[in-house]
């Protein structure tokens, strides 16, 4: 055995054994030591669903029994829509009312400045990424600027009729969200570029394998409760 591993440290090769968990690094001489490595890239679970199917709402749950941090592309256009200085505030604010998607460099800038700034604060690195990628432009521009980056899990689906997403966007309007698009007018929009764009993104991903997919009609305890048994199934996986 040892010849052999001081043969490879000859020829500078860095082994990566045992499914990129050990890595054997040469250093001076015929030294070396075997390094423990953790898969240290950013844990990916893009969160899906039309408008008001409960994605934030049950992020927050997830959160709370889970350890991700949620990352919401709409908050974070819409935090960039109210910086000072922004110089993309008026288009994102007329992909926003107009329920279009804003083009991707833009969101996909954001969720990658989120990631860092949160495994820099917070050492945290599972994220839940709630609202994105939407359309064919957010998938190629976040498989061209971060797939590389992370280790992308899944997607959570949550599936629900339109008839009560409706009643909740407008319920939270009333309620005073504040959201210029919680009305009729932008929802209409807001569910053509969901039935247009991002169905065929998660099909998409459902074509991969990659869809874990909730029935999100019922109260948000109920649906926690698929929620749940859809996480435990992945950490039991050991995914995360
Ligand atoms: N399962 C549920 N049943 C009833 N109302 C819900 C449920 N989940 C969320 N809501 C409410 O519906 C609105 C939309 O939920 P939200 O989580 O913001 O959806 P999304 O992020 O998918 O747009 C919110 O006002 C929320 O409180
Ligand atoms: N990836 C994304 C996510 C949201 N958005 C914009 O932000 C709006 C609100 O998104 P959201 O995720 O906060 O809200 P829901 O429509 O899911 O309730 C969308 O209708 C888009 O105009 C986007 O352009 N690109």
């Not at 820099?120 to 690195?125: H, R, S």
């Not at 009643?167 to 009333?174: A, F, M, N």
Request: aromatic letters at 8%.
């Amino acid at each position: 055995m040892i010849p052999v591993l001081n043969q490879l440290l000859k020829t500078k090769l860095v082994v990566k054994c045992f499914k990129r968990h050990v890595t054997l690094s040469p250093l001076s001489g015929n030294k070396f030591i075997l390094r423990k490595m953790e898969n240290n890239k950013p844990k990916i679970i893009f969160v899906l669903g039309a408008p008001g199917a409960g994605k934030g709402t049950q992020c927050e749950k997830i959160v709370n029994s889970f350890g991700f941090k949620h990352l919401s592309a709409g908050d974070l256009l819409r935090e960039e829509r109210a910086r000072e200085g922004s110089q993309f505030g008026s288009l994102i604010e007329d992909c926003i009312t107009n329920g279009k998607i804003v083009p991707v460099e833009i969101t996909c800038s954001l969720l990658e400045n989120a990631i860092i700034k949160t495994n820099q604060e917070t050492g945290n690195n599972k994220f839940l990424i709630d609202g994105f990628p939407r359309n064919e432009d957010n998938l190629q521009g976040w498989q061209r600027q971060m797939s590389e980056k992370v280790d992308f899990l899944f997607v959570l689906f949550f599936e629900c009729s339109q008839d009560k997403c409706v009643e909740r966007c407008l319920k939270r309007g009333q309620a005073g969200s504040g959201r210029t698009d919680d009305n009729m007018e932008s929802l209409k929009k807001r569910f053509d570029t969901y039935m247009n764009d991002t169905m065929a993104i998660i099909n998409h991903y459902r074509g991969l394998g990659k869809v874990r997919q909730i029935f999100a009609n019922e109260d948000p305890e109920t649906v926690f409760k698929s929620v749940k048994n859809a996480l435990t199934e992945a950490q039991e996986q050991k995914l995360f």
